[in-house]
Nanobody
Framework: QVQLVESGGGSVQAGGSLRLSCAVSGFTYATYCMAWFRQAPVKEREGVASITSGGDTTLEDSVKGRFTISRDNAKNTLYLQMNSLKPEDTAMYYC?????????????????????WGQGTQVTVSS
């Protein structure tokens, strides 16, 4: 079955860096659009970054210039490199997969576009 397992979260000071990983199994990873989302307490889940099977990326405005999404199809792993972290980046981070490969999705940062989710990894940034 489809499995997404995040790792790499932790606690850092503002200005620091973390790299999140999402190990996937149960499907042909290279052919699916993937994304990272985050959710802070009492806030809605928001899209952070997405990457298509062809490697095209989309970043949420607040993380542009600081975060990078990438994928290693040989290792079945999705990454999120986070630099210059800010306290407002504190959240649970989730990786996600779209429902169908090859389909066109108008909003790749909307949670409604994805139907497979990992369990999340916590990122805490202190000031």
């Amino acid at each position: 079955q489809v499995q997404l397992v995040e790792s790499g979260g932790g606690s850092v000071q503002a200005g620091g860096s973390l790299r999140l990983s999402c190990a996937v199994s149960g499907f042909t990873y290279a052919t699916y659009c993937m994304a990272w989302f985050r959710q802070a307490p009492v806030k809605e889940r928001e899209g952070v970054a997405s990457i298509t099977s062809g490697g095209d990326t989309t970043l949420e405005d607040s993380v542009k210039g600081r975060f990078t999404i990438s994928r290693d199809n040989a290792k079945n792993t999705l990454y999120l490199q986070m630099n210059s972290l800010k306290p407002e980046d504190t959240a649970m981070y989730y990786c996600a997969r779209v429902q169908r490969r090859g389909a066109y999705y108008s909003d790749v940062l909307s949670p409604k576009t994805y139907n497979y989710w990992g369990q999340g990894t916590q990122v805490t940034v202190s000031s």
